[in-house]
């Protein structure tokens, strides 16, 4: 269940828990792979940036890519942080962490 965190400088954030937080980072992933993934691969399963560390495990729409990611962050000894919902620049951080050790993870 998703809660508010207050912060030193007054400012709150929604701190989701890890299920609801998966959700909708599949579900944002999912909405930019119906608009684009026809004509630009954005997701499409063997076509997106991550698929060579997929390992299947979920096989519903975006789940594997999420999940993909998150096992990809925490291989460098990170874990995600569930008030982050700007998905997009998490997904750059995770794919630039990637790219950047060019070593087998998995």
């Given amino acids: 269940?998703?809660?508010?965190?207050?912060?030193?400088?007054?400012?709150?954030?929604?701190?989701?828990?890890?299920?609801?937080?998966?959700?909708?980072?599949?579900?944002?992933?999912?909405?930019?792979?119906?608009?684009?993934?026809?004509?630009?691969?954005?997701?499409?399963c063997g076509y997106h940036w991550c698929c060579?560390?997929?390992?299947?495990?979920?096989t519903c729409g975006c789940d594997d890519c999420v999940q993909t990611m998150i096992d990809i962050l925490r291989s460098f000894g990170y874990e995600p942080d569930y008030s982050d919902?700007?998905?997009?620049?998490?997904?750059?951080?995770?794919r630039k962490l990637y790219e950047n050790h060019k070593t087998e993870i998995f």
């Fill in 1 to 44: 269940m998703a809660y508010e965190q207050f912060l030193l400088d007054g400012t709150s954030v929604t701190v989701y828990s890890p299920n609801e937080w998966f959700k909708l980072f599949s579900e944002h992933c999912y909405k930019k792979y119906r608009a684009d993934g026809g004509t630009t691969g954005i997701y499409c």
């Fill in 52 to 58: 060579n560390e997929c390992e299947q495990r979920h």
């Fill in 85 to 94: 919902v700007d998905f997009d620049a998490l997904e750059e951080r995770i």
